[in-house]
Structure formats: C-alpha cells, structure tokens
Nanobody, 118 residues
Framework: QVQLVESGGGLVQPGGSLRLSCAAS????????MTWYRQAPGKERELVAAITKAGSSTNYADSVKGRFTISRDNAKNTVYLQMNSLKPEDTGVYYCNAFSSTYGSNYWGQGTQVTVSS
C-alpha cells in the first residue's frame, strides 16, 4: 500500500521558516518525480515546487522562487520543502505528490496545514 505522509506544518509568523517533509512508502521512490502543491481556502490547488527523480532538476512557482527550496533523499524515501521568509499568502494545505511515468502512477499525501499569521 502506497503512503505519502507529510509533516512539519504549523503556525508561523510572517518572515519565519518551516521545513515540510514527505515520507513515502510502498512505491519505488527513486523512480518518482516529487512535487509539492498547496491549496489556499477558496482557491484551486497550485504547484509550489517540483524535483526530478534523481534530484538533478527543480522547478518553482514564481511566487516562491528565492524563498523555498525543494530537496530529496532517495535513501530515506523523503522529499523536503524548506520554506523561508514566509508570507501570509503562503497559508494553505500543502500536499505531496509522487508521479512515475515509468509505472503510470500518481499518488497524493493527506496534506499538512501551514498558517502564516501574526
């Protein structure tokens, strides 16, 4: 059974930092591109950051470039999202996604809440 478990969310003041983690099990993690999405109240889910299978390439939404960093540890089957200089507009539920074109698979985690507020 495939599981993606996000952790690390919480309440933080503007300008603060959080580090999200997504631990994967039940899938060939090193064959999966990993992506972080977020969904704010009343808005559609949007891509935040993505990383290729080997971690050699990353992609970011314009709104988070220079503030967020995505990374992965294939030995630990975990992907991370380091979030710095957080803004109130970063508030939302953050979801982890694993996609494998090789296996035609697409999995989602349950999400972790991030709230940026003073």
């Amino acid at each position: 059974q495939v599981q993606l478990v996000e952790s690390g969310g919480g309440l933080v003041q503007p300008g603060g930092s959080l580090r999200l983690s997504c631990a994967a099990s039940g899938l060939t993690f090193s064959w999966s591109a990993m992506t972080w999405y977020r969904q704010a109240p009343g808005k559609e889910r949007e891509l935040v950051a993505a990383i290729t299978k080997a971690g050699s390439s990353t992609n970011y939404a314009d709104s988070v470039k220079g503030r967020f960093t995505i990374s992965r540890d294939n030995a630990k089957n975990t992907v991370y999202l380091q979030m710095n200089s957080l803004k109130p507009e970063d508030t939302g539920v953050y979801y982890c996604n694993a996609f494998s074109s090789t296996y035609g698979s697409n999995y989602w985690g349950q999400g972790t809440q991030v709230t940026v507020s003073s």
